[in-house]
C-alpha cells in the first residue's frame, strides 16, 4: 500500500479545499445534519469528494466510503470489514472547530483489507505535517523537507499522574455522569473536539489516555491504527479488542496493557462496565 500516495492526495485536497475556506465561511457554507454539534461545511464536502476522485483513480476496484457520503447512504458502511480493499476518509476532522475559526482540524483516510486496518493517515493542513502508520510499520509523522520522526507513546504512569482526553458528550446515563465524576482521579483531562490531533497527541507521547463512545470508522481507524503502531494498547470498553464494525461500546487507548486496566478500573468505578 502506498501511504505515501495517500498522504499526498490528503496534503494536496486540503491544501486547495480546505485551507482557502478556513477562515472564510458564511452562514450558507454550512449545515447541521444529526445535531448543532454535528454539522457539515462547504470545506467538508468539496474535500471529500475530492479526495475519494483522486483515490478511485489510483485504486479503481476499491471501496471508498467517506463520512460525508455514509451521512447521506448510510447503508454504504454495511460490511465494510468484508470487503477486499476499502479507503475510510474523514475529509475534515473537527469541523466545529474550522467553522468557529480555530486552527485545530485534520484530514484522514484508512486503508482496510478484509476487516483488517493497514494503512492510516492524519494530516494537520496548518502545519503541513502527517502522522502516518502502516501494520507493522511503525508510527511516524511527516514534514517535507526534514526526515520523518518515529513516534511513540508516552511511558506507563500511575493513574493520578495519567494526562487524558476523555469525550463524555455520547456517554448514555448514568454511565456518563460516574465517570466524569471519577475524572477528578486523573492528573488532567481535556477534549478536543478534534480526534485527529487527540490520536496525534496520545502517539507522540503527549498524553497517556483516550477514551471515547461513538464510534465512527473514518473517526477512528486512522488512529486507532497509529495509536497501535505507536507502541500503545486499546480495547473496547468491556476489554475485547477494537472491531472497525462495531461503533458503539467505547474505546479506550492507554501506553500499554497494564495501564488500561488500571484507567478503566478508575473511570468506570461503580459501573458495571
Not at 494503512?119 to 496548518?126: F, L, M, N, R, W
Not at 496520545?202 to 488512529?223: E, F, I, K, T, V
Request: hydrophobic share 45%; net charge negative.
Amino acid at each position: 500500500m502506498d501511504v505515501e500516495f495517500i498522504d499526498d492526495v490528503l496534503s494536496s485536497v486540503a491544501a486547495a479545499e480546505i485551507m482557502p475556506r478556513f477562515g472564510r465561511l458564511s452562514d450558507a457554507d454550512v449545515a447541521t445534519k444529526t445535531s448543532a454539534f454535528d454539522i457539515v461545511s462547504t470545506a467538508d464536502r468539496a474535500a471529500e469528494h475530492a479526495i475519494a476522485e483522486a483515490i478511485r483513480g489510483q485504486y479503481p476496484g476499491a471501496t471508498v466510503i467517506g463520512e460525508e457520503a455514509a451521512a447521506a447512504d448510510p447503508a454504504i458502511v454495511d460490511g465494510v470489514d468484508e470487503v477486499e480493499l476499502a479507503f475510510l476518509l474523514d475529509p475534515l476532522d473537527g469541523t466545529k472547530n474550522f467553522v468557529a475559526g480555530l486552527p485545530l482540524f485534520a484530514v484522514m483516510a484508512a486503508v482496510v483489507r478484509r476487516g483488517r486496518i493497514v494503512a492510516g493517515v492524519i494530516h494537520d493542513p496548518v502545519t503541513g505535517t502527517s502522522a502516518i502508520a502502516t501494520e507493522g510499520g511503525g508510527a511516524w509523522l511527516r514534514r517535507d523537507g526534514a526526515a520523518a520522526v518515529r513516534l511513540r507513546v508516552a511511558d506507563p504512569v500511575p493513574v493520578s499522574e495519567m494526562e487524558a482526553v476523555v469525550g463524555t458528550q455520547f456517554l448514555p446515563e448514568p454511565l456518563r455522569g460516574t465517570v466524569t465524576a471519577n475524572l477528578s482521579a486523573l492528573a488532567s483531562h481535556t477534549w478536543f473536539r478534534c480526534a485527529g490531533h487527540e490520536y496525534r497527541m496520545a502517539a507522540a507521547g503527549q498524553c497517556h489516555l483516550l477514551s471515547y463512545n461513538r464510534l465512527m470508522p473514518w473517526d477512528h481507524a486512522p488512529g486507532w491504527l497509529l495509536h497501535r503502531e505507536a507502541g500503545g494498547y486499546s480495547a473496547h470498553f468491556d476489554g475485547t479488542p477494537f472491531r472497525l464494525s462495531r461503533m458503539s461500546g467505547g474505546l479506550l487507548c492507554a501506553p500499554d496493557e497494564a495501564s488500561w486496566h488500571a484507567a478503566h478500573d478508575t473511570l468506570f468505578a461503580g459501573t458495571t462496565t
